[in-house]
């Protein structure tokens, strides 16, 4: 017998009849001999409306608040699902985050899980009790409810498979897995059997939401291995899982774009050291170019964060005496990632030339080990996303990596 940790994204159940398909699905894996935890997101577009919501009663609202309204479409869903398991005389119960104990840190909106506590848990599966779990959300210390980032009930599904030391998470979206680039842009993309922790963080990290990047922290630092699947077929998905020696190697293994990031540039700042981290410091992919004792600095932000970090940066750059503050929302960001990218020269180039051969402009580089970056304007970043697919031989398993 085997204990199986079953989250169900937005798609999955967004309306009573997937709702009801979803419980089948449990009922299942409970026949089959299973013991099943099940974690839920929001109705699709649920959280998207009580953030609309936020957004009108005020332009920038206190986390807190922002916080106790948009963990709320989680609660509708767990009690949803649990009312329809009962319906079918399967008993279940639901749980919210600070019922069962998913201990937070206080960063409302972005906060990180502590500690999963599994009294609860436990007691509902000893007694045959199916828990039904709140995604995206925790309680803080002080009993305040916090939320885990957008995408984050993956994050709830791994935390909670990683605290029971279950078998597996099974992530069940509106995609057969995690695929070579987003499916719904590229027809040519290849669904992947398997993938590493650190190449899925990459593309995670990079724009490929099919997971949050933090459930793959979890899963690598706890050895939870994930199944990316589909809710409305019975194939097999994708494996996440430590590298090992028979995957393959392919010089790049995905291609991200991400539409959610905002170009901001600070013009005329001292160029003298310290300034950067002043600025930076909670910031990724900042650059910095400079000419006549002065620099500019341009770094990206989520589009979501971008009034509060244009209000941080301009308080900065008036006690700098910068020149300006730019934003410029009209960007992508177009990433290729492989862990076979590690000490092979070329493979920058092969992007750069790829991008200068349909007369893209590259705005900004940025790289790591594993992953390369390119913002473009965003009118290009899909065109960017199918060419680099192409020219890495995507759509037939990858580039090989000559040793
Ligand atoms: P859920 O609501 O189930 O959490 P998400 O919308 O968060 O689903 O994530 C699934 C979506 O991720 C897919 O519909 C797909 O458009 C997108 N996606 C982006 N990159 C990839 C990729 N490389 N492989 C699979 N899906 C991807
Ligand atoms: N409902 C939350 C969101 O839309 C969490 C999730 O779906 O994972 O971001
Ligand atoms: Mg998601």
């Known amino acids: 017998m085997a204990l199986i940790v079953q989250k169900y994204g937005g798609t999955s159940v967004g309306d009573i009849d997937r709702i009801r398909n979803v419980a089948n699905r449990v009922a299942k894996t409970r026949k089959e001999g299973n013991d099943v935890v099940v974690v839920v997101s929001a109705m699709s577009g649920e959280t998207d409306r009580l953030?609309?919501?936020?957004?009108?009663?005020?332009?920038?609202?206190?986390?807190?608040?922002?916080?106790?309204?948009?963990?709320?479409?989680?609660?509708?869903?767990?009690?949803?699902?649990?009312?329809?398991?009962?319906?079918?005389?399967?008993?279940a119960r639901s749980f919210l985050g600070s019922q069962i104990r998913i201990l937070t840190d206080s960063a409302f909106s972005l906060a990180r899980i502590q500690d999963v506590e599994t009294k609860h848990l436990r007691r509902a599966i000893k007694a045959g009790v199916i828990p039904v779990v709140t995604g995206f959300q925790g309680v803080d210390r002080a009993g305040n409810i916090t939320t885990l980032g957008r995408g984050g009930s993956d994050t709830t599904g791994v935390a909670v498979a990683a605290a029971l030391k279950a078998h597996v998470c099974e992530i069940y979206t509106d995609v057969d897995g995690v695929y070579t680039t987003d499916p719904n842009l590229c027809p040519e993309a290849r669904k992947l059997s398997r993938i590493s922790y650190d190449e899925m963080m990459e593309m995670a990290s990079l724009g490929a939401k099919v997971l949050q990047i933090r459930s793959v922290e979890f899963a690598k630092k706890y050895n939870v291995p994930i199944h990316v699947r589909s809710s409305f077929n019975d194939r097999s998905g994708t494996w996440v899982v430590k590298e090992d020696e028979k995957m393959e190697k392919v010089l790049v293994s995905g291609v991200t774009l991400n539409k959610n990031e905002a170009r901001v540039t600070i013009s005329g700042v001292p160029d003298?050291?310290?300034?950067?981290?002043?600025?930076?410091?909670?910031?990724?992919?900042?650059?910095n170019s400079s000419a006549d004792g002065l620099a500019d600095m341009t770094f990206t932000v989520?589009?979501?964060?971008?009034?509060?970090?244009?209000?941080?940066?301009?308080?900065?750059?008036?006690?700098?005496?910068?020149?300006?503050?730019?934003?410029?929302?009209?960007?992508?960001?177009?990433?290729?990632?492989?862990?076979?990218?590690?000490?092979?020269?070329?493979?920058?180039?092969?992007?750069?030339?790829?991008?200068?051969?349909?007369?893209?402009?590259?705005?900004?580089?940025?790289?790591?080990?594993?992953?390369?970056?390119?913002?473009?304007e965003a009118k290009y970043g899909e065109l960017?996303?199918?060419?680099?697919?192409?020219?890495?031989?995507?759509?037939?398993?990858?580039?090989?990596?000559?040793?």
């Open 384 to 403: 960017a996303a199918r060419v680099l697919h192409k020219v890495f031989g995507l759509e037939k398993g990858g580039l090989k990596k000559e040793s």
């Open 272 to 287: 003298k050291p310290g300034i950067a981290s002043k600025i930076f410091t909670p910031i990724s992919d900042a650059q």
């Open 302 to 376: 989520p589009k979501a964060d971008i009034k509060r970090a244009l209000r941080l940066v301009k308080k900065t750059a008036d006690s700098l005496q910068a020149r300006e503050v730019l934003a410029d929302e009209n960007i992508a960001k177009v990433s290729i990632v492989g862990a076979g990218m590690v000490s092979h020269s070329g493979v920058a180039s092969k992007m750069f030339t790829a991008l200068a051969g349909e007369n893209i402009n590259i705005l900004m580089i940025s790289t790591s080990e594993i992953k390369i970056s390119c913002v473009v």
């Open 51 to 91: 953030i609309r919501l936020a957004q009108q009663a005020h332009e920038t609202p206190d986390l807190r608040e922002y916080d106790s309204l948009i963990s709320t479409g989680e609660q509708a869903s767990a009690a949803l699902l649990a009312i329809t398991l009962q319906s079918m005389g399967i008993p």
